[in-house]
């Protein structure tokens, strides 16, 4: 690992099978619609899950929780601790300070 900083820039090529991405969603994801999902998808459905509860309870549409698109780098790189997580795009300081621990707890495989 170098330890570049990743932007929020979309992807323009599929980060598995490395081919050119042509739709918006797939720019967004980083990877074809086609390509396998490199991360565990049953635990992007539990952070999914908690997202759509949590924006209930505070009232706000999903996509103020987290987009999709981080969730499922939330999946794949799974932080263990807030720094981690403090590195995954789309994971600010305010978001970290209101969604931290929620999302640490479904990581960790605890029931919210
Ligand atoms: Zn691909």
Redesign the pocket.
């Known amino acids: 690992m170098t330890g570049t900083t990743s932007r929020n820039r979309k992807a323009r090529h ?6 050119a ?1 042509a739709s918006p969603s797939e720019k967004k994801i980083g ?2 619609a ?2 396998p999902a490199s991360y565990d998808e049953a635990l992007f459905e539990r952070l999914r899950e908690w997202r759509s509860a949590r924006a209930a309870d505070d009232s706000v549409p999903a996509f103020v929780v987290f987009t999709d698109a981080t969730l499922q780098l939330i999946a794949e790189h799974r932080p263990a601790d807030e720094r981690e997580l403090l590195r995954i795009s789309g994971v600010g300081s305010s978001k970290l300070a209101k969604y931290g621990d929620d999302v640490l707890a479904v990581l960790a495989g605890k029931e919210i």
Not at 14 to 19: D, S, T
């Open positions: 599929c980060r598995e099978c490395g081919g991405l990877r074809c086609d390509c």
